[in-house]
């Protein structure tokens, strides 16, 4: 897993950044610019300029990568096993996260998705039919321990640094916000287990929705109640303190809605996802910070002239992570081009907090 010597020591070795590049998350350090592994078809081809791209930005001073089991039909997650072996790097120096919820294929579409579904995973009993929503999403505690066991072969490592329940909001299409809230809660004692046993070393909630729309939206999840059932799964399991460390939202100049939407209780009064999570001592790790390439072409002019960076994905990186209260920006980074344009971001200071406050004024 990422340790503390090792983070710290690759930050030593990479002092051309600016100075807020690396930031804390738990006693080790994480670059603030994060690579992506979710676009792309599932070829051969794809899978070698990923690679090339991967150890491009491990070598060259952002050391947290960001997949899912079911990216690319799991082909990211073994792409990302690949490159952190082959990089000229410590493999204690990296961060490497991925998520469970959406069930898998295996290397392409099969051509009966749902015969596929039916034999490897509820045929065996792996997923019960009343878990299953859409036909594709599950979160229950047997299923998730299933794909963490898969993400470990797939990515060929003992530890998985950052494992996230993924999209859970899904579960609201067929069921109660009650009934998501107790299956997270069982599902985090599972991953309280697995921390315990070593398996994971924090564990987290990735959303698309649920933590940056109105708490009268029909994808709400509200994040206090979220920190207290990883509490009460802690508690359960026996461990003094709970390893849930981050959330994941989307965050970017188009999508800004994790710090203007004040939906969540704080102690003072609502708060938007960003500092409610600030507060409660949880990293974020921001998703979508060029719009999935669209912030890469254009980015509104009067924002633009605020930001540092010589390109508009530059700019757009460097909005995401200047938020307060984000760790890291997680940027799709498909190419060796892209790797070292987007590791250029970070030669640039992020605004500070003021001059962000003043973007939305």
């Known amino acids: 897993m990422a340790t503390r010597e090792a983070t710290w020591a690759y930050r030593d070795d990479h002092d051309e950044f600016a100075r807020t590049f690396y930031r804390r998350f738990g006693d080790g350090v994480v670059s603030s ?3 992506g592994t979710y676009l792309g078809d ?3 081809e794809r899978d070698a300029s990923y690679h090339d791209a991967i150890v491009t930005a491990l070598e060259s001073g952002i050391n947290v990568v960001d997949t899912a089991i079911n990216y690319r039909h799991q082909r990211s997650e073994r792409v990302v096993g690949d490159a952190v072996t082959d990089a000229d790097v410590d493999r204690e120096a990296i961060t490497v996260a991925t998520k469970g919820g959406f069930i898998p294929f295996d290397g392409e579409r099969p051509d009966d998705p749902g015969a596929f579904v039916q034999s490897e995973y509820l045929d065996t009993g792996i ?3 009343d878990d299953l929503v859409a036909g594709q999403h599950c979160i229950a505690p047997d299923y998730i321990d299933d794909q963490l066991d898969r993400s470990l072969s797939n990515l060929g490592l003992d530890t998985i640094d950052l494992y996230y329940v993924h999209n859970p909001e899904t579960q609201l299409k067929s069921k109660s916000r009650e009934a998501v ?4 809660e069982a599902t985090f004692e599972q991953l309280e287990e697995r921390a ?10 990735a959303t698309w929705t649920a933590f940056r729309v109105p708490a009268d939206h029909d994808s709400y999840l509200s994040l206090p109640e979220v920190v207290e059932r990883a509490r009460a799964a802690a508690e359960t399991v026996g461990n003094a303190a709970t390893h849930l460390r981050a959330i994941q939202l989307p965050f970017n100049v188009a999508m800004a809605d994790a710090f203007t939407v004040e939906s969540h ?7 938007s996802a960003l500092w409610f999570a600030h507060e409660a001592g949880l990293d974020v790790f921001t998703s979508a ?3 999935q390439g669209q912030l890469a072409a254009e980015i509104p002019d ?9 390109t508009s994905a530059q700019r757009a990186i460097n909005f995401a992570r200047s938020a307060p209260g984000v760790t890291c920006s997680l940027v799709g980074t498909g190419s060796v081009e892209h790797a070292r344009e987007n590791v250029d971001a970070g030669r640039y200071e992020p605004l500070g907090a003021d001059a962000f406050d003043a973007v939305f004024e």
Do not use: W
């Open 289 to 291: 910070s060029i719009m």
């Open 127 to 129: 997923v019960d039919r």
């Open 196 to 205: 315990a046993a070593g398996d994971i070393n924090h564990y987290g909630v």
């Open 42 to 44: 599932p070829t051969d």
């Open 181 to 184: 809230y107790d299956q997270l």
């Open 265 to 271: 209780d704080g102690a003072e009064g609502p708060q």
């Open 33 to 35: 610019i994060g690579v």
């Open 302 to 310: 009067d924002v633009a002239a605020k930001l540092s960076g010589e």
